[in-house]
């Protein structure tokens, strides 16, 4: 009897599946998550719930009634981009406004393309960066009067928003307080910026469970904040008055958020190591070009986007070596 038994591929099959990944990822959110209701209160905890609630229906229902298949649907997928967009967003924002991102990210960014693992953009991105243009006032509003913990109430610009005001009107950075903030305050716990930014301690919780887990590599993030540390340093060593400093921007804005959970998405990056770091290089370099000298205080998320564009190049450009092929 022939032992030889031929299927079709694939023939090895993983422990991790798509939806375990993603219920991972969803894990490794809740430390930011959780820093974001005790700092604004019922209110941050009603965007989280809304973002994961809506895109996981509106999905479901593209998957049903357009595709007329939910064979194969994963729900926790969606659940991502909602939590995601949820902890892009001010914290007091309005309910509505994350289920009209939720409608972009999963309606457009996504099933447009064919839905899991045929889109070219990250979704919560893409949700977040049409809000952003649509309503840049409630995008832009900061006010923690809400919170229904023992935490001082604030409203005002980012620190981030602050610098750059700031050095519109004139100032110079050792005249503006959001560059003096400690180290403690940058990493522990940030009084300012959208909903998962408060905390870059919560967020390296969760990569360091993404790591362990073996779910992301460290290649994109790595490469992107030494990116950004390297030219800031540069740029601040040639006028400290003007550009802020490496650690300043590293630890405030969406940096952390982007770099450690939207930039390493499985589908919109690289899929080698080379790839990786000349994406993660150009998320970086258009990062700082941004924040320096762009309109926009914040530029993580316009610089994944346009580097989401030049994936399939970058995928072109860096294949790797085939097997049993000579060096």
């Known amino acids: 009897m022939n032992k030889l038994i031929v299927s079709p591929s694939p023939h090895v099959h993983g422990k991790q599946s798509t939806n375990s990944i993603m219920m991972d990822v ?16 019922l209110n941050a905890l009603m965007l989280a719930l809304v973002g994961v609630v809506s895109c996981v229906l509106i999905e479901w229902l593209i998957q049903k009634f357009i595709f007329k298949n939910t064979v194969g649907w994963c729900g926790s997928a969606a659940a991502v ?11 007091t924002a309005p309910w509505w406004l994350v289920v009209v991102g939720s409608i972009v990210a999963i309606g457009i960014a996504k099933m447009t393309f064919g839905g899991l693992g045929q889109n070219i953009f ?16 409630l995008m832009t509003s900061w006010d923690a009067s809400g919170s229904w913990f023992a935490v001082d109430a604030f409203s005002g610009a980012t620190p981030l928003g602050a610098v750059k005001e700031g050095l519109a009107n004139g100032l110079t950075l050792s005249q ?20 998962g930014e408060l905390s870059s301690l919560a967020l390296l919780v969760g990569f360091i469970y993404l790591l362990c887990r073996k779910v992301v590599k460290v290649t994109i993030p790595l490469t992107i904040i030494a990116t950004v540390f390297v030219m800031c340093g540069i740029f601040h060593l040639v006028n400290p008055e ?30 080698s190591t080379k790839g990786q770091i000349i994406f993660g290089v150009g998320i970086g370099v258009i990062t700082v070009l941004i924040r320096y000298f762009g309109a926009y205080p914040e530029g993580v998320s316009f610089a994944i986007l346009i580097m989401n564009c030049v994936v399939p190049l970058i995928n072109k450009y860096c294949k790797p070596r085939r097997f049993g092929e000579a060096k």
């Open 176 to 195: 503006i307080t959001a560059d003096n903030m400690s180290f403690s305050e940058q990493f522990f716990f940030s009084t300012g910026g959208s909903a």
């Open 242 to 271: 003007l550009y802020t400093n490496p650690v300043f921007n590293v630890f405030q804005g969406g940096l952390l958020l982007g770099a450690f959970f939207m930039a390493t998405d499985y589908v919109t990056s690289p899929m």
């Open 26 to 41: 969803v894990i490794a959110l809740l430390p930011a998550t959780l820093v974001s209701v005790y700092a604004h209160g």
């Open 122 to 137: 990250n979704p919560a991105i893409v949700g977040r960066v049409f809000l952003l243009i649509s309503f840049p006032v």
């Open 81 to 91: 981009t909602g939590l995601l967009l949820a902890l892009n967003l001010p914290p």
